[in-house]
């Protein structure tokens, strides 16, 4: 069941990242018509400090990152490994996928939570 | 064999296979699309944690980079970008459906000339295509270059 | 248009030429033959070899579409030479090469011994969970036509390669099971009759197994036999989910069987009728 397994999440991500990317997109790009609010000014700092304050888009930020990591990084491992590789190579692009998408999760984690956290002025 | 001289040449297409598509059909075309943005796309997510991480470096960091991505070049970059993600995403829709075994018709005995899955689930790629264009087109025009 | 499907003329052909005991990569011969309408390209060969060119090379038997030998690049597409009237292709260049994603083995023949392998890999036969039936069998396992057509067009597989030929996968990953293994995965594992899909896992859940089908639809637009193996695969990959998930087939599902006396009834039913000469 290894590969199914694996691919069944593969898909079953898809649900979370078409949500959460869609709102991403109405924050960052689509303000003017979601939020009356510039493009210039969604991208200020002080207002990307104020929206990082919440613990739902801390939480769904997370989740997206995870969701879209696991989604993208797994279908770049299956365009690597349909290569013809040794053996060893395998286990070396394997392992160098996972070691580097639980290294870029838990940055991009950082970042999230160093938003959520940062005090104005302090 | 009595000597180890090679004799066959090896007929494998390599990357070329993936890339060229040739007189194949279009969902061919698709699949190289969908490859292409997919890696467009992650390599894009990798940098995009990185830059936007820009932000632990203060307020003038920060500002400067979002200038920059105000700059004409980088606003032609961010659509190229939102057409990638939207290719991906809603050609990705017809990949889930149809890889699930949906909108492809039910097996049947096969009658010259023959139908194939592939052809039976086209509308649904015209459909999704169009909205594809048309998300691009008007959607990302008006906001990305208002 | 229609002209230049069927007015006799001279056409050219580009065929691509190994000889493993001389060359070391292939290249092309060119020859002209009068073509009239309705020549396939395997006759054009023959043609060719007893007129032109007698060390020409390559693969055929049935010359009618159901031995599977002479699949060939024609004109950049897997086609069956003896299924392809060269009036029809509409160039007055015709490209001949062998199989892509094959050992070349000479001029247009391709091994097809990776095709057979993963065929035979998948257990392409019907598994039965009733064994005793199966060693001294009682009567006939009932199929009924619905299930029959459910898998029927998958069972039309002639094995003549044209679909990993035309697989953007196989073009790199000399691994990956292929269209036409993986679609007879499906057509013995849907069947009423088996409950092998346990035992084919295996084989088949791997990372070079269905997963790798991105439905690039090459191989079924290739199929002369209209198995339409991408089809085949996607049902693969959703029986399989399936199944991961505790929604396969039930093991119990042993399929019925009609006792041998009402076979013998049957046959004699359905007997044709008498010969009249
Ligand atoms: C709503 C958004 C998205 C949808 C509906 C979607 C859908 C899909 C589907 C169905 C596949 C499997 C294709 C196959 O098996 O051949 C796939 C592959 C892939 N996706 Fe996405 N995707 C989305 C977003 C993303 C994002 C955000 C990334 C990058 C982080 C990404 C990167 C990839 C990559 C690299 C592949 C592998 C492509 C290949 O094997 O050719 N996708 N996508
Ligand atoms: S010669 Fe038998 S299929 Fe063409």
Not at chain 2, 54 to 69: I, S
Request: proline share 6%; aromatic share 10%.
């Amino acid at each position: 069941m290894r590969e199914t397994r694996l691919w069944s999440l593969h898909i079953l991500v898809l649900p979370i990242i078409a949500v959460l990317l869609g709102m991403h997109f109405a924050v960052m790009h689509y303000a003017p018509v979601f939020y009356g609010m510039s493009v210039d000014k969604a991208r200020e700092f002080s207002t990307m400090i104020e929206r990082g304050k919440s613990v739902t888009q801390l939480v769904l930020y997370i989740l997206l990152l995870a969701a879209a990591l696991y989604h993208g990084l797994y279908g770049l491992r299956g365009i690597i490994r349909e290569l013809p590789l040794t053996p060893v190579l395998v286990k070396v692009v394997d392992a160098g996928i996972i070691t580097f998408g639980l290294f870029i999760f838990a940055f991009g984690t950082y970042v999230t939570w160093w938003t959520f956290s940062y005090k104005i002025g302090g | 064999m009595n000597s180890n001289k090679p004799t066959a040449y090896n007929n494998r297409l390599g990357i070329k296979g993936w890339v060229y598509a040739g007189r194949y059909t279009f969902e061919r075309y698709l699949y190289l699309g969908h490859r292409v943005s997919g890696l467009g796309l992650i390599a894009y997510m990798v940098l995009h944690i990185i830059e936007t991480a820009n932000r632990m470096r203060g307020v003038e960091a920060w500002q400067g980079l979002m200038a920059l991505f105000a700059s004409w070049p980088f606003k032609i970059i961010e659509y190229l970008l939102f057409a990638m993600a939207v290719f991906h995403a809603m050609n990705g829709v017809r990949l889930l459906v149809t890889e699930l075994g949906f909108f492809l018709g039910k097996p049947r005995e096969p009658v010259y000339p023959y139908s194939t899955s592939i052809k039976r689930h086209r509308p649904l790629t015209f459909v999704i295509m169009g909205l594809a264009a048309m998300i691009i087109i008007l959607g990302g025009s008006s906001l990305f270059f208002p | 248009m229609s002209d230049r499907k069927t007015t006799p003329r001279e056409i050219t052909f580009q065929v691509r030429r190994f000889d493993p005991d001389s060359d070391v990569a292939p290249h092309w011969g060119e020859y002209k033959l009068h073509v009239h309408d309705g020549m396939t390209v395997l006759e054009a060969l023959h043609q060719l070899k007893a007129e032109q060119e007698p060390t020409l090379a390559w693969r055929s038997s049935c010359r009618m579409g159901v031995c599977g030998s002479c699949g060939m690049f024609i004109n950049d597409l897997p086609q069956l030479a003896c299924q392809t009237q060269v009036l029809h292709l509409g160039t007055d260049v015709v490209t001949v090469a062998p199989l892509p994603n094959y050992e070349n083995v000479k001029d247009l023949v391709p091994d097809l011994e990776p095709l057979i392998e993963k065929h035979a890999a998948v257990k392409p036969y019907i598994i039965s969970l009733d064994q005793i039936e199966i060693n001294a069998p009682t009567g006939e396992f009932l199929q009924t036509p619905e299930e029959r057509e459910s898998i029927s067009q998958f069972t039309h597989c002639i094995k003549c390669g044209l679909c990993l030929a035309a697989c953007p996968t196989v073009a790199t990953d000399p691994l990956f099971l292929g269209p036409q293994a993986l679609a007879q995965a499906y057509r013995y594992s849907a069947d009423n009759r088996d409950c092998g899909l346990h035992d084919r896992l295996e084989a088949i859940d791997l990372f070079h197994g269905p997963y790798q089908c991105h439905l690039a639809g090459a191989c079924s637009q290739a199929c002369p036999k209209g198995v339409d193996p991408a089809f085949a695969i996607q049902l693969l990959k959703r029986t399989l989910v399936l199944d991961s998930i505790g929604f396969g087939k039930k093991k119990s599902s042993v399929a019925k069987i009609m006792p041998l006396a009402d076979v013998v009834k049957a046959i004699e039913e359905f007997a044709p009728p008498p010969r009249t000469v």
